[in-house]
């Protein structure tokens, strides 16, 4: 089922958005797929990261639901290989900012078994804070 | 003497302004004026007539036209002086309109004062002109081509016809060049080496083109259109040297021979001895031995293709032969190296034997019908673009052109061949704009060939199977393929080839930004260089195809024909020179000129080549004598210039003198006045032809004779044709501002600014601002300049 | 040489064993950590928002460190800040090319941080203990090895931070040495396998342990189909990754076969034949000792 898209002053203005909190060019993104193709959550990913790029690039706000901005682990290895040098993951991390900034947590630390939490190293609760929360 | 001044009302555009008849009568206050006129329109039949007139019947020796800028009619009046039997360089032509009546239109009496002050200084400055002779060069008939790829064999051969005796060099041991490499050529699969060998064949029996092959250019030398050239010719060891039928090319030595290498000519997927022929089809078809793999020069262990030849061609003790002439043009052919796929090692083209380039596998589908072939392709083959090109991680922006079709075609080629083979191209874009080109992809579409469209963004070996599995996202369906294939092909791109570099830097050509030969001017001059009778064809120049590169080849050789049918070339006589009897040879001013114009004769005294020199005048600081100087705009013109511009400046009056190079600055200034755009009227343009003319002295003197500040402007670099002028004129104004400073005058005053044709806003603004600082400051006064004076 | 030393949380506490064997190597080889005082936790992972100034707050208070330490003598004209932990590394030296490039930003920051006594001014160099060792030269590491490796096949694994983005990366990032360089100065053979930076998932760990699960599996198999015995990392995250989670994946791949997961510095001391407390392979979740011993090293 082809979906509609209007490209209105809401999509614009959400482009804009995105565009100065990333500080990426992002209509330099030629849709390439070599982000795509070397990055190591993609099976998880419901939308890949070119894709996610085409959506900030048209404003469409659907992007904002996709698990995939929250599955980048930052691992840069699109970013090294970007043949136009556009860094992926700093997208990834402004539409994370986006929801965070309203407050809308992606880690609700309750819901993780306390065994889980104590044997967990701290790097990896304060990286998880750092990327997941407010 | 006897000066001629005329005054043109140019039909209104200066007379409605400036009232000339006061003019006129200052004029006539001034010594040695043979006549002054005033006419309507000095550029007129009717005006030049008066001009060619007056010589005749009043003597007049120099002339003086103030009217419009120089730009428009300066040779018209060069011309009408010839005619009238007078010396053409004894004129000055004083720019009434551009820079005084059109900016001044609203401002009458301010713009009759600037050209009372404007013809003074014309008047001033004629009075040292004296005569100069055109220099004159004669050219032959002689065409060096660099490179005998199919540019360079295109362009000897349309040369030929013409009647050119073209010398061709070709470093490889045979010609042919990346062409002679290919299977079959797109679209339409013609044989490449087919259409290839009658032309090179051509090539080696035409009585107009001497052909040098396993030869290098190791020097250039001369001036613009006559170059000297040496080069070398490496031995191939077989002889005779001259006249190599003593070799019949038997093959017994090759037999024989026991070393095996790759073999490069076949991209390296089958091998050859050291004693070989560059090609199956090779141009000249000779054989040569490989002296680094060799085992004979190695350890002297060997002497197996001697002891076996029946002729005894074989000869071990061949040296380089050093080679000199000259000729008139060149024509840059030197063609392109594929990109390295080692610069992508996530192909990982270094480790896995079934990862190949494009080029290797023009020549296993070359082969792919033998039996058996020397490389089998499997069943699935995967093609990936853009290999190098188009990638900021390794710094080539650009595209390369011909992948998106060469693989097309060698997927054509191979599903026509093995058609049970199923194959891939992973692209970003398919760029089919040629003609024939979209034909031709859509048929390979046609015969089952899938395109996919995602960069591939890693291979590696599955350590189970040792098979190559490739990553890529299918951008249109949003999958990633992740898949094994027996054969990897990277369409790598092309780059210039590493040996043009030392042609570059002997010839002084420069490259674009994507490191490639820099033409003239992209649209308009594409097979001319910045260097006078250098010419560049085919793929030195950029990516491009076959038949692109066939009409370049052919355009390069129309222009050098064009070049060659003048006979005599002429240069402007505007030259530096070397008062010998000042030179003291201490040769500081070898160095000083960009162009190297500069030799010592036997009486080590400095000489200025003219041929070579292009009147920029950087080199006159050089000189501690004061022995360099430029005619045309010599150190006394400069100064009495100077002076007649600030000679009737009052007290309270502030007089800025702009230094405007000829190319930009100067012709910045006139548009500035065609559109009419006010600045300030204190500034005094006085024209030179690059910043670097302005010495330290000039500028002193400058301040001298009464100037509050100096203003100069170069041209912007990149468009100017004295590229070096700014940093030495920037060294000579570090000079004076020093000497400013200690000699108690304050602020800022030399201001150096660098302009291009479509500046005009930023003219005007910095024009006003200068004054504007400059009146903040306190005045000159006569004891600040005494010490100025001395500290010079 | 006297070097200020930052360590970071996990190094000091779940990951003590790892600091240990640091620290010990060494002094091995001349080199004294000075810990950083009053660090403070650096805020891993950088701060990507390109308005975010914030979060470089943590970062660059640690600099400051540096400088005092400078300023009261603790070390001499050292202004370079060692990491041992690869996440801190990138952390920190992504914050410092952000303040050094936006120096309006630097600004508002020691403005902020009024109370300090020194000011940032982007002086101090962060450099992971990797590039020291290559910096003096492995040769020189390989005189202090007492204990042959020789039988041992050691794969690297860089993980993500010590080699992206490339300003911040110590080595080329598609084909880095700096790391089998390490191994072979240790006289162990380093692996050569394609997952060496494959991303271990980081703090995915938290919340989507299954993708850790997944990723784990893809570079353990990797690693021992490529002929390693034991893997090497250069961060305790990873190292948790690789190691602890080796339960997890043994839950879902049962047939799965464990391999010991070392620090870098666990490697050099066992190399540099430091004591059993030193080498702390009893803090690892996977026992390396009895591969070891296996190889014929003993502990």
Redesign the interface.
């Not at chain 1, 849709?31 to 790029?53: K, L, N, R, Y």
């Not at chain 2, 024909?561 to 008062?579: H, Q, R, S």
């Not at chain 3, 303040?99 to 403005?111: A, C, G, R, Y």
């Given at each position: 089922m082809p979906k509609k898209f209007i490209i209105d002053k809401k999509s614009v203005d959400f482009f804009k958005k995105i565009s100065?909190?990333?500080?990426e060019i992002i209509t330099l993104c030629?849709?390439?797929?070599?982000?795509?193709?070397?990055c190591?959550?993609?099976?998880?990913m419901d939308?890949?990261p070119?894709?996610m790029m085409r959506m900030v690039m048209l404003g469409d706000e659907d992007v904002m639901e996709s698990k995939t901005m929250w599955?980048c682990?930052?691992?840069?290895?699109c970013?090294?290989?970007?043949?136009?040098?556009l860094?992926v993951?700093?997208v990834a991390?402004?539409l994370r900012?986006v929801k965070l900034r309203q407050s809308m947590d992606?880690?609700n630390i309750d819901?993780?078994p306390k065994e889980?939490l104590a044997?967990?190293?701290?790097?990896?609760?304060?990286?998880?804070f750092?990327?997941?929360t407010s | 003497m006897k000066i001629g001044v005329y005054l043109c009302e140019c039909g209104g555009n200066i007379s409605k302004v400036i009232d000339l008849d006061t003019v006129n009568k200052f004029v006539g206050t001034k010594d040695s004026i043979g006549v002054a006129r005033i006419h309507s329109n000095m550029c007129s039949g009717a005006g030049q007539k008066l001009i060619i007139d007056d010589i005749k019947k009043l003597g007049l020796d120099k002339i003086v036209v103030a009217a419009c800028s120089p730009q428009f009619h300066e040779k018209t009046f060069r011309v009408a002086m010839e005619k009238a039997g007078l010396n053409p360089y004894v004129l000055e032509i004083v720019n009434f309109r551009e820079h005084c009546s059109w900016p001044l239109k609203k401002q009458p009496k301010i713009a009759t004062e600037k050209a009372k002050n404007l013809v003074n200084i014309g008047i001033e400055k004629v009075r040292l002109d004296y005569p100069l002779e055109k220099k004159m060069f004669k050219m032959e008939n002689r065409v060096l081509v660099i490179g005998a790829g199919i540019a360079g064999i295109q362009a000897s051969l349309d040369l030929a016809d013409a009647g050119k005796d073209v010398t061709l060099v070709e470093k490889e041991a045979s010609i042919g060049g990346k062409m002679a490499l290919l299977s079959k050529t797109f679209p339409t699969e013609d044989c490449a080496a087919c259409i290839l060998s009658p032309k090179m064949a051509d090539v080696e029996a035409n009585p107009k083109i001497k052909l040098y092959t396993n030869t290098t250019i190791t020097k250039t030398s001369g001036h613009r259109l006559h170059f000297d050239i040496e080069a070398e010719i490496n031995p191939r060891f077989i002889i005779p040297k001259i006249d190599m039928d003593q070799c019949l090319s038997c093959k017994k030595c090759e037999e024989i021979c026991p070393v095996s290498v790759p073999n490069e000519w076949e991209q390296g997927i089958m091998d050859r001895k050291a004693i070989y022929t560059p090609a199956a089809l090779a141009i000249p078809f000779k054989y040569l031995i490989d002296k680094e793999n060799c085992l004979h020069f190695k350890d002297d262990s060997c002497n197996k293709c001697a002891e076996i030849c029946p002729q005894n061609a074989i000869d071990f003790t061949q040296k380089v032969e050093k080679l000199k002439f000259t000729v008139d043009n060149v024509i840059v052919a030197t063609g392109f190296d594929l990109i390295d796929p080692n610069l992508k090692p996530?192909f990982g083209y270094d480790r896995y034997k079934n990862v190949v380039t494009g080029m290797e596998m023009e020549r296993i589908v070359d082969h792919i019908n033998e039996n058996p072939p020397p490389r089998e392709v499997g069943n699935k083959v995967a093609f990936i673009q853009?290999v190098g090109s188009?990638?900021?991680?390794i710094g080539n922006e650009y595209c390369s052109r011909v992948c998106c079709m060469y693989a097309t075609k060698l997927a054509s080629l191979l599903k026509m061949e093995r058609p049970e083979t199923d194959i891939y191209i992973f692209y970003?874009?398919i760029r089919a704009y040629g003609k024939g080109f979209e034909e031709y992809y859509k048929r390979a579409q046609e015969m089952g060939i899938k395109y996919i469209?995602?960069?591939?963004?890693?291979i590696n070996e599955d350590p189970d199977t040792n098979n190559l599995v490739l990553?890529?996202?299918?951008?249109l369906s949003?999958k990633?393929?992740e898949t094994e294939f027996d054969l990897v092909v990277l369409s790598t791109g092309l780059q210039l080839s590493k040996s043009s570099d030392t042609i570059i830097d002997s010839l002084k050509l420069s490259k674009s930004s994507d490191g490639f030969i820099k033409e003239a001017h992209l649209k308009y001059r594409p097979v001319d260089t910045l260097i006078e009778g250098v010419f560049v064809a085919g793929t030195a120049q950029g990516p491009k195809d076959i038949p692109d590169t066939v009409a370049q080849a052919s355009a390069s050789a129309a222009r050098v024909i064009g070049t060659l049918a003048k006979e005599e070339f002429e240069i402007d006589p505007i030259l530096a020179f070397v008062e010998e009897n000042k030179c003291d040879g201490c040769k500081k001013c070898l160095p000083s000129c960009p162009k190297n114009a500069f030799q010592m004769n036997d009486k080590n005294k400095a000489v200025v080549d003219e041929a070579l020199c292009v009147g920029c005048g950087a080199c006159i600081s050089s000189c501690p004598q004061d022995a360099i100087d430029l005619r045309g705009y010599s150190n006394s013109q400069i100064i009495a210039s100077v002076e007649a511009a600030l000679e009737f400046k009052e007290k309270d009056e502030y007089r800025v003198i702009l230094f405007a190079d000829d190319a930009a600055t100067y012709r910045l200034a006139d548009i500035v006045g065609v559109r009419k755009m006010f600045y300030d009227y204190n500034i005094y343009i006085i024209r030179v032809p690059s910043g670097s003319r302005i010495t330290p002295k000039l500028m002193t003197h400058t301040f001298i004779k009464g100037a509050d500040a100096i203003m100069i402007g170069d041209n912007v670099k990149k468009s100017s044709a004295f590229p070096w002028s700014k940093k030495m004129t920037l060294e000579n104004i570090e000079v004076v501002n020093e000497k400013i400073k200690k000699s108690g005058i304050d602020g800022e005053r030399i201001f150096y600014s660098e302009f291009s044709s479509g500046m005009l806003q930023e003219f005007i603004t910095i024009a006003n601002e200068t004054v504007k600082t400059v009146k903040k400051y306190s005045k000159i006064t006569k004891e600040k300049l005494n010490k100025l004076k001395e500290i010079f | 040489m006297k070097i200020p030393y930052y360590p970071?949380?996990?190094l000091k506490?779940?990951?003590k064993h790892f600091e240990n064997s640091a620290i010990e190597s060494a002094k091995k080889l001349g080199i004294e950590f000075v810990e950083l005082p009053r660090w403070n936790?650096c805020?891993?992972?950088?701060?990507?928002?390109?308005?975010d100034i914030m979060?470089h707050l943590a970062p660059v208070r640690n600099m400051i460190r540096v400088l005092e330490m400078n300023r009261d003598g603790l070390v001499e004209n050292e202004k370079r800040l060692l990491t041992l932990?690869s996440?801190c590394f990138n952390t920190l030296k992504r914050s410092n090319q952000r303040v050094k490039e936006k120096i309006d930003d630097l600004e508002t920051l020691n403005d902020f941080m009024y109370k300090e006594e020194i000011d940032y001014d982007g002086s101090v160099k962060i450099i992971h203990f990797l590039e020291i060792l290559q910096e003096m030269g492995f040769d020189e590491v390989k005189k202090s090895v007492t204990k042959s490796l020789k039988n041992l096949k050691v794969a690297p694994y860089y993980g993500?931070m010590l080699?992206?983005?490339?300003e911040v990366?110590i080595d080329d990032?598609?084909r880095p040495t700096i790391f089998e360089d390490f191994i072979s100065s240790l006289s162990a053979k380093p692996v050569d396998w394609h997952n060496k930076?494959?991303?271990c998932?980081?703090?995915?760990?938290?919340?989507?342990?299954?993708?850790v699960v997944?990723?784990g599996y893809d570079i353990l198999t990797n690693a021992q189909k490529s002929g390693a015995d034991i893997i090497v990392t250069t961060c305790?995250?990873c190292a948790?990754n690789l190691d602890?989670r080796q339960k997890n994946i043994k839950k879902k791949y049962p047939e799965f076969k464990e391999i010991p997961v070392v620090y870098f510095t666990q490697l050099m001391a066992l190399a540099f034949g430091l004591s059993k407390e030193v080498t702390g392979f009893d803090g690892n979740y996977i026992d390396p000792i009895k591969l070891l011993e296996s190889k014929n090293i003993k502990v």
């Amino acid at each position: 089922m082809p979906k509609k898209f209007i490209i209105d002053k809401k999509s614009v203005d959400f482009f804009k958005k995105i565009s100065e909190l990333s500080g990426e060019i992002i209509t330099l993104c030629d849709q390439c797929g070599t982000c795509s193709a070397g990055c190591p959550v993609i099976e998880e990913m419901d939308i890949t990261p070119s894709q996610m790029m085409r959506m900030v690039m048209l404003g469409d706000e659907d992007v904002m639901e996709s698990k995939t901005m929250w599955l980048c682990a930052t691992c840069n290895t699109c970013t090294v290989r970007c043949p136009r040098e556009l860094d992926v993951s700093k997208v990834a991390e402004a539409l994370r900012q986006v929801k965070l900034r309203q407050s809308m947590d992606k880690l609700n630390i309750d819901k993780i078994p306390k065994e889980e939490l104590a044997e967990l190293p701290q790097i990896a609760l304060v990286a998880a804070f750092r990327k997941l929360t407010s | 003497m006897k000066i001629g001044v005329y005054l043109c009302e140019c039909g209104g555009n200066i007379s409605k302004v400036i009232d000339l008849d006061t003019v006129n009568k200052f004029v006539g206050t001034k010594d040695s004026i043979g006549v002054a006129r005033i006419h309507s329109n000095m550029c007129s039949g009717a005006g030049q007539k008066l001009i060619i007139d007056d010589i005749k019947k009043l003597g007049l020796d120099k002339i003086v036209v103030a009217a419009c800028s120089p730009q428009f009619h300066e040779k018209t009046f060069r011309v009408a002086m010839e005619k009238a039997g007078l010396n053409p360089y004894v004129l000055e032509i004083v720019n009434f309109r551009e820079h005084c009546s059109w900016p001044l239109k609203k401002q009458p009496k301010i713009a009759t004062e600037k050209a009372k002050n404007l013809v003074n200084i014309g008047i001033e400055k004629v009075r040292l002109d004296y005569p100069l002779e055109k220099k004159m060069f004669k050219m032959e008939n002689r065409v060096l081509v660099i490179g005998a790829g199919i540019a360079g064999i295109q362009a000897s051969l349309d040369l030929a016809d013409a009647g050119k005796d073209v010398t061709l060099v070709e470093k490889e041991a045979s010609i042919g060049g990346k062409m002679a490499l290919l299977s079959k050529t797109f679209p339409t699969e013609d044989c490449a080496a087919c259409i290839l060998s009658p032309k090179m064949a051509d090539v080696e029996a035409n009585p107009k083109i001497k052909l040098y092959t396993n030869t290098t250019i190791t020097k250039t030398s001369g001036h613009r259109l006559h170059f000297d050239i040496e080069a070398e010719i490496n031995p191939r060891f077989i002889i005779p040297k001259i006249d190599m039928d003593q070799c019949l090319s038997c093959k017994k030595c090759e037999e024989i021979c026991p070393v095996s290498v790759p073999n490069e000519w076949e991209q390296g997927i089958m091998d050859r001895k050291a004693i070989y022929t560059p090609a199956a089809l090779a141009i000249p078809f000779k054989y040569l031995i490989d002296k680094e793999n060799c085992l004979h020069f190695k350890d002297d262990s060997c002497n197996k293709c001697a002891e076996i030849c029946p002729q005894n061609a074989i000869d071990f003790t061949q040296k380089v032969e050093k080679l000199k002439f000259t000729v008139d043009n060149v024509i840059v052919a030197t063609g392109f190296d594929l990109i390295d796929p080692n610069l992508k090692p996530v192909f990982g083209y270094d480790r896995y034997k079934n990862v190949v380039t494009g080029m290797e596998m023009e020549r296993i589908v070359d082969h792919i019908n033998e039996n058996p072939p020397p490389r089998e392709v499997g069943n699935k083959v995967a093609f990936i673009q853009c290999v190098g090109s188009r990638d900021k991680q390794i710094g080539n922006e650009y595209c390369s052109r011909v992948c998106c079709m060469y693989a097309t075609k060698l997927a054509s080629l191979l599903k026509m061949e093995r058609p049970e083979t199923d194959i891939y191209i992973f692209y970003t874009d398919i760029r089919a704009y040629g003609k024939g080109f979209e034909e031709y992809y859509k048929r390979a579409q046609e015969m089952g060939i899938k395109y996919i469209r995602g960069k591939v963004a890693e291979i590696n070996e599955d350590p189970d199977t040792n098979n190559l599995v490739l990553k890529a996202e299918d951008t249109l369906s949003r999958k990633i393929i992740e898949t094994e294939f027996d054969l990897v092909v990277l369409s790598t791109g092309l780059q210039l080839s590493k040996s043009s570099d030392t042609i570059i830097d002997s010839l002084k050509l420069s490259k674009s930004s994507d490191g490639f030969i820099k033409e003239a001017h992209l649209k308009y001059r594409p097979v001319d260089t910045l260097i006078e009778g250098v010419f560049v064809a085919g793929t030195a120049q950029g990516p491009k195809d076959i038949p692109d590169t066939v009409a370049q080849a052919s355009a390069s050789a129309a222009r050098v024909i064009g070049t060659l049918a003048k006979e005599e070339f002429e240069i402007d006589p505007i030259l530096a020179f070397v008062e010998e009897n000042k030179c003291d040879g201490c040769k500081k001013c070898l160095p000083s000129c960009p162009k190297n114009a500069f030799q010592m004769n036997d009486k080590n005294k400095a000489v200025v080549d003219e041929a070579l020199c292009v009147g920029c005048g950087a080199c006159i600081s050089s000189c501690p004598q004061d022995a360099i100087d430029l005619r045309g705009y010599s150190n006394s013109q400069i100064i009495a210039s100077v002076e007649a511009a600030l000679e009737f400046k009052e007290k309270d009056e502030y007089r800025v003198i702009l230094f405007a190079d000829d190319a930009a600055t100067y012709r910045l200034a006139d548009i500035v006045g065609v559109r009419k755009m006010f600045y300030d009227y204190n500034i005094y343009i006085i024209r030179v032809p690059s910043g670097s003319r302005i010495t330290p002295k000039l500028m002193t003197h400058t301040f001298i004779k009464g100037a509050d500040a100096i203003m100069i402007g170069d041209n912007v670099k990149k468009s100017s044709a004295f590229p070096w002028s700014k940093k030495m004129t920037l060294e000579n104004i570090e000079v004076v501002n020093e000497k400013i400073k200690k000699s108690g005058i304050d602020g800022e005053r030399i201001f150096y600014s660098e302009f291009s044709s479509g500046m005009l806003q930023e003219f005007i603004t910095i024009a006003n601002e200068t004054v504007k600082t400059v009146k903040k400051y306190s005045k000159i006064t006569k004891e600040k300049l005494n010490k100025l004076k001395e500290i010079f | 040489m006297k070097i200020p030393y930052y360590p970071g949380c996990t190094l000091k506490s779940t990951a003590k064993h790892f600091e240990n064997s640091a620290i010990e190597s060494a002094k091995k080889l001349g080199i004294e950590f000075v810990e950083l005082p009053r660090w403070n936790c650096c805020g891993v992972v950088a701060s990507l928002a390109d308005d975010d100034i914030m979060h470089h707050l943590a970062p660059v208070r640690n600099m400051i460190r540096v400088l005092e330490m400078n300023r009261d003598g603790l070390v001499e004209n050292e202004k370079r800040l060692l990491t041992l932990c690869s996440m801190c590394f990138n952390t920190l030296k992504r914050s410092n090319q952000r303040v050094k490039e936006k120096i309006d930003d630097l600004e508002t920051l020691n403005d902020f941080m009024y109370k300090e006594e020194i000011d940032y001014d982007g002086s101090v160099k962060i450099i992971h203990f990797l590039e020291i060792l290559q910096e003096m030269g492995f040769d020189e590491v390989k005189k202090s090895v007492t204990k042959s490796l020789k039988n041992l096949k050691v794969a690297p694994y860089y993980g993500c931070m010590l080699l992206r983005p490339k300003e911040v990366g110590i080595d080329d990032a598609e084909r880095p040495t700096i790391f089998e360089d390490f191994i072979s100065s240790l006289s162990a053979k380093p692996v050569d396998w394609h997952n060496k930076s494959k991303c271990c998932g980081s703090f995915l760990t938290v919340n989507n342990k299954d993708v850790v699960v997944e990723l784990g599996y893809d570079i353990l198999t990797n690693a021992q189909k490529s002929g390693a015995d034991i893997i090497v990392t250069t961060c305790p995250l990873c190292a948790f990754n690789l190691d602890n989670r080796q339960k997890n994946i043994k839950k879902k791949y049962p047939e799965f076969k464990e391999i010991p997961v070392v620090y870098f510095t666990q490697l050099m001391a066992l190399a540099f034949g430091l004591s059993k407390e030193v080498t702390g392979f009893d803090g690892n979740y996977i026992d390396p000792i009895k591969l070891l011993e296996s190889k014929n090293i003993k502990v």
